[in-house]
């Protein structure tokens, strides 16, 4: 237990230190150091734009597993049916992240898909980290307990522990898919929803180890923003489509990071689809009447939509909107991150004695990642008021 606790530590200390980042160090600590360096890539508040940009390396590519540990895996855990339709898997990856690896392969038929596997002891592995890093949480609590109030590290543990085991799972992602699927289908009305798809899944040939999708030709958003292809327009489109799940339905993927979308005009694709946060259809609309009133730069009435969707009041109103009032003195929105901006409203307002429903950190989350890429591909754009257009696509009729 120790021994392991040291080692998380040593994460956090990397994590927080002025050194640059070493990734492949953070990859040999574990799953769940990963797992917990990729919540801290969309903290930019916490870390920096800089450092954030270069954990965000671990949504993408680790170390791949060498050929022999996937096929492998793939006899133990593939079904049958698996054998008689695979004519080919190619033995080099697409991808390899924390969890597992992804190679492209060719049914009887002709079709192309991909297959995903786990990695060997993930699951083993993670859940003796797991019980260290919550022993090293429940000691930072005993002599610090305002750490409970200021960043709720038990919360933040369960969540991730909870993420990750659905992933563990790939019987997951399928549903996952279906109810995604489902929710755009109820959505006849808008066009733009219409154009968003997602692979096809064999779920005959996959098991809990083994998932068979269709293999999607398109870019990622996380290429797309590397080679300057991917347009604020298409971030627009993205925003309004995620916006959908996110404020109107509170059904959404719950890690749709840039790795996890697929595009191609105005045509998107998600992925990695096992996931799906819910949250109260209430918060989020009144979230995006706070980021609407944010938008029109009325941050007298974004301060009152706030403090509506806590659970408790402030302890001292008149300290709290005045508090509010100096954060926001001088922001303009699209000219400040509103991953900071966010982070630093919600660290105000827990202060001041509120408190948030659960399920509030994954809608503020995926804004982030809305947040991050808007910063890269247009910096200088105004991103709330160009989305205020599209809010009467996201308000229930």
């Not at 680790?62 to 540990?69: C, D, F, Q």
């Not at 999607?216 to 604020?232: D, H, I, M, P, R």
């Not at 009435?301 to 001088?330: C, D, I, W």
Request: include cysteine; charged fraction near 25%.
């Amino acid at each position: 237990m120790m021994i392991r606790a040291l080692k998380f530590i040593s994460l956090f200390r990397l994590l927080f230190s002025k050194r640059e980042i070493e990734v492949d160090k953070i990859e040999r600590m574990g799953l769940l150091a990963v797992k917990i360096a990729q919540m801290y890539a969309v903290r930019s508040d916490l870390l920096g734009t800089e450092r954030c940009l270069q954990l965000q390396a671990l949504y993408e590519q680790t170390r791949p597993l060498p050929w022999s540990t996937v096929e492998q895996l793939l006899r133990e855990g593939a079904p049958e049916l698996f054998w008689e339709q695979v004519s080919e898997v190619s033995e080099q990856p697409l991808a390899a992240a924390s969890l597992g690896q992804v190679h492209a392969a060719t049914l009887a038929n002709g079709e192309q898909v991909v297959v995903k596997v786990i990695k060997p002891r993930a699951q083993e592995d993670f859940e003796k980290d797991l019980g260290a890093v919550r022993w090293l949480a429940r000691c930072a609590l005993t002599f610090y307990p305002k750490l409970k109030r200021l960043a709720d590290p038990m919360g933040t543990i369960e969540t991730i522990a909870r993420l990750t085991r659905t992933e563990l799972d790939l019987r997951n992602e399928a549903e996952g898919t279906q109810r995604l699927k489902a929710l755009r289908d109820q959505a006849h009305h808008l066009a733009h929803l219409q154009r968003l798809a997602f692979p096809k899944v064999y779920d005959d040939l996959s098991s809990s180890q083994v998932f068979v999708s269709e293999r999607v030709t398109v870019q990622s958003v996380s290429e797309g923003l590397k080679n300057g292809a991917f347009q604020y327009e298409q971030l627009l489109n993205l925003f309004r489509t995620q916006g959908y799940f996110l404020f109107l339905r509170g059904e959404f993927h719950g890690d749709l990071h840039p790795g996890n979308i697929f595009y191609q005009g105005d045509q998107l694709w998600f992925i990695d689809n096992a996931n799906i946060e819910v949250a109260d259809a209430g918060f989020t609309q009144g979230l995006l009447l706070f980021l609407g009133e944010l938008g029109k730069q009325d941050y007298i009435s974004a301060a009152t939509v706030m403090q509506s969707l806590a659970l408790t009041p402030p302890r001292n109103e008149a300290h709290y909107r005045e508090s509010f009032a100096k954060l926001y003195s001088g922001f303009e929105s699209g000219k400040s991150s509103l991953t900071y901006q966010m982070m630093e409203t919600v660290k105000l307002c827990v202060h001041s004695g509120m408190e948030f429903p659960e399920g509030a950190f994954p809608v503020i989350k995926s804004l982030m990642y809305l947040d991050g890429m808007a910063l890269r591909c247009a910096p200088g754009a105004n991103l709330l008021e160009d989305v205020l257009k599209y809010t009467g696509d996201l308000i229930p009729e």
